[in-house]
């Protein structure tokens, strides 16, 4: 999809930090993002889910430096908290105000607690911090549940909570109806939180039809680029 095809909270350049629970999507959202943001301007994607990192834009750095979207990740074992080592070139990434910068963060308070490092450069960038809901995964499925994580991320970033994506989905088997399930949680999020749906997401071939169905909300297709750590060695 052309940037400029995208929800005006989307476009670039700019930064956005996509949290929300463990299988909510935000990972494979970050990527499309990415990817759509590097066609206009630079474009980091920073990989910073340090707590339950089981897709991992990493995994397919060269596959997204091919195509313009440079990968920063911590350093150090995968999912501890307090042993990785937090990327150096963020703070230049933030800093670079002709770039554009994507964070993938993890969707607990403790994982958002890594941007308290940067907290003061991504206010001054004004980074909008999205909240991915799917109401198919444990942790989404209610809607007072998905509000009270919202607010302690916030709380533990120390960053506002800037809009709601909707992203009803079961992966490579998601349907229509899925896709207006996560819009139908987003829209009771928009009221709970008084923060707007930025966005509902669905596969990209279901795109035309979701449009048809939602059409006072913009839809972002998504093309699914990740695969589970079983299948990882598989060529």
Known sequence: ????????????????????????????????????????SP??????????????????ASQLADRGVRVLAPSGPPGASDGPVLPREMSSAIAEADTSLVIDVGGHPEGAGVLTHWREALSARNANVLL?????????DSVEASAQ????????????????IANGNLGPQTTLPHALEGLQM???????????????????????ECVAQAPDVPVFGLTFYLRPPWQRSVS
Do not use: H, Q
Not at 46 to 55: N, Q
Not at 149 to 164: D, F, K, Q, S, T
């Open 186 to 208: 987003g829209r009771a999020l928009e009221a709970r939180l008084r923060v707007p749906v930025v966005a509902v997401c669905c596969p990209l071939a279901l795109r035309d």
């Open 1 to 40: 999809m052309p940037s400029d095809d995208l929800p005006a909270g989307l476009r670039p350049p700019g930064v956005v930090i996509l949290t929300g629970p463990f299988g909510s999507g935000k990972t494979e959202i970050a990527i499309n993002l990415a990817l759509c943001w590097a066609e206009a």
């Open 149 to 164: 994580l919202a607010e302690a991320i916030g709380a533990r970033a120390g960053l506002p909570l800037a809009g709601v």
């Open 43 to 60: 474009t980091y994607l920073a990989d910073l889910d340090v707590i339950t990192p089981y897709f991992r834009p990493r995994d397919i």
């Open 132 to 140: 991915v809901v799917n109401p198919r995964r444990p942790g989404g």
